[in-house]
């Protein structure tokens, strides 16, 4: 069965430019949830999705945005990239929204140059 | 939230059991404890999970006190593939967080031959 997969696996920006990042949940997972990491510290969550809906969300701008599609894909929207939105960006899924176990993703790199 | 404390670091041998205690004194009822094992450039990977008393699995136990505001990994007999960051959680699976998760800056395990 393949796990949480996401694309691209590397991404290279410049300060101003927008980004897509997509996440395919585990074959039946309704829950996705992104996380940004950067270097050195623990992964720091963004958004929550679960059906469709936001159902939860991090301390990030406003720059920061996502939606879920009906087949449970997500994407992570970034507008006007800064310097310091260079990271390790993670999705996790779950199959309920109250399940305690999330499957992580091997995350997309994004530098912002 | 709850706020977690784990030591920044640990070096072990191999065979050796490896323990790592989390604090996590403002613990709420519902939350849940939860132990995730992070290797470079990769998603973070479920170890276990825990309310209360002792939990035990294929590749750890967690061990949580009844006042719960601690826990402890136990890792037996590491081997070098363990060497990894190890994150303690706590929160989970009630209504109002919708399974997001806040992660600290980890605990880096270093396994020497």
């Known amino acids: 069965d393949a796990g949480v997969t996401q694309s691209p696996t590397h991404l290279i920006k410049t300060r101003g430019q927008h980004v897509t990042l997509r996440c395919s949940p585990i074959?039946?997972?309704?829950?996705v949830s992104w996380y940004q990491q950067v270097l050195g510290q623990g992964p720091q969550f963004i958004f929550q999705?679960?059906?469709?809906?936001?159902?939860g969300r991090g301390n990030f701008p406003d720059r920061f945005s996502a939606r879920q599609f009906p087949n449970y894909s997500s994407e992570l929207n970034v507008n006007a990239l800064l310097l310091g939105d260079s990271a390790l960006y993670l999705c996790?899924?779950?199959?309920?929204?109250?399940?305690?176990?999330?499957?992580f993703g091997q995350g997309t790199r994004l530098t912002v140059v | 939230l709850a706020k977690t404390t784990q030591p920044i670091s640990m070096d072990s041998y191999e065979g050796q059991e490896v323990n790592i205690t989390c604090s996590h004194n403002?613990?709420?009822?519902?939350?849940?404890i939860t132990w995730y094992q992070q290797f470079p450039s990769q998603g973070p990977r479920f170890i276990i999970q825990?309310?209360?008393t002792k939990v035990t699995n294929e590749v750890a136990s967690l061990f949580i006190p009844a006042d719960r505001k601690s826990s402890t990994l136990s890792l037996p007999r590491v081997s070098l593939s363990d060497t990894a960051v190890y994150y303690c959680?706590?929160?989970?699976?009630?209504?109002?967080?919708?399974?997001?998760?806040?992660f600290g800056s980890g605990t880096k395990l270093n396994v020497k031959p």
């Open positions: 996790a899924s779950s199959f309920e929204r109250l399940n305690t176990e999330a499957f």
């Open positions: 999705y679960y059906e469709k809906e936001e159902r």
């Open positions: 959680l706590v929160g989970g699976p009630h209504l109002y967080n919708f399974n997001k998760f806040y």
């Open positions: 403002n613990i709420a009822t519902n939350d849940y």
């Open positions: 074959s039946g997972h309704k829950s």
């Open positions: 825990g309310y209360k």
